[in-house]
């Protein structure tokens, strides 16, 4: 299993960004998938994570009720929308796979990360 994070980019404080992560190899509906992020200077944290069937989802507090994680499995692609962006979402944003069927808070594959930079 192979995993491509891209949409990160530069956003000013309050707006929105779209990350998406493209799962690639057999049978990718049958991963679960999770968001980390390491901030400057910090470790890696988890952000969201989400079931096979998409239908339980998990957020680490500091997101929650602005970051929604979702799936398209047509598509084998994991989504972050980030709303209401704060300058401590600063980070590199990595997806990961792990092939379990609910959420999972360790996992077996990871993609490249993507920068996103908040201005304030």
């Known amino acids: 299993v192979q995993l491509q994070a891209s949409g990160g980019g530069l956003v000013q404080a309050g707006g929105s960004l779209r990350l998406s992560c493209t799962v690639s190899g057999r049978s990718t509906s049958q991963y679960a998938v999770g968001w980390y992020r390491r901030r400057p200077g910090e470790e890696r944290d988890f952000v969201a994570g989400i079931s096979t069937s998409g239908i339980s989802t998990h957020y680490t507090d500091s997101v929650k009720g602005r970051f929604t994680i979702s799936r398209d499995n047509a598509k084998s692609t994991v989504y972050l929308q980030m709303n209401s962006v704060k300058p401590e979402d600063t980070a590199v944003y990595f997806c990961?796979?792990?092939?379990?069927?609910?959420?999972?808070?360790?996992?077996?594959?990871w993609g490249i990360g993507t920068q996103v930079t908040v201005s304030s």
């Open positions: 990961a796979a792990r092939r379990t069927i609910g959420v999972s808070f360790e996992y077996d594959y």
